[in-house]
C-alpha cells in the first residue's frame, strides 16, 4: 500500500517539475512545435 503512494507522489513532483522548466523554456516549446509541424 506505502510504495504505490510513494511512486505517485514521485510523479506528482515530476509532473510539476515538468511544467515549471516547460513554463521557463516556452522557446523549446516554440522548437518542438515548429518541428513536430515542419
Given at each position: 500500500?506505502?510504495?504505490?503512494?510513494?511512486?505517485?507522489?514521485?510523479?506528482?513532483?515530476?509532473?510539476?517539475?515538468?511544467?515549471?522548466?516547460?513554463?521557463?523554456?516556452?522557446?523549446?516549446i516554440?522548437?518542438?512545435?515548429?518541428?513536430?509541424?515542419?
Amino acid at each position: 500500500m506505502v510504495v504505490p503512494i510513494f511512486e505517485e507522489s514521485i510523479c506528482k513532483v515530476q509532473i510539476l517539475t515538468f511544467f515549471r522548466k516547460m513554463n521557463h523554456g516556452r522557446t523549446y516549446i516554440r522548437v518542438v512545435e515548429k518541428f513536430h509541424s515542419g
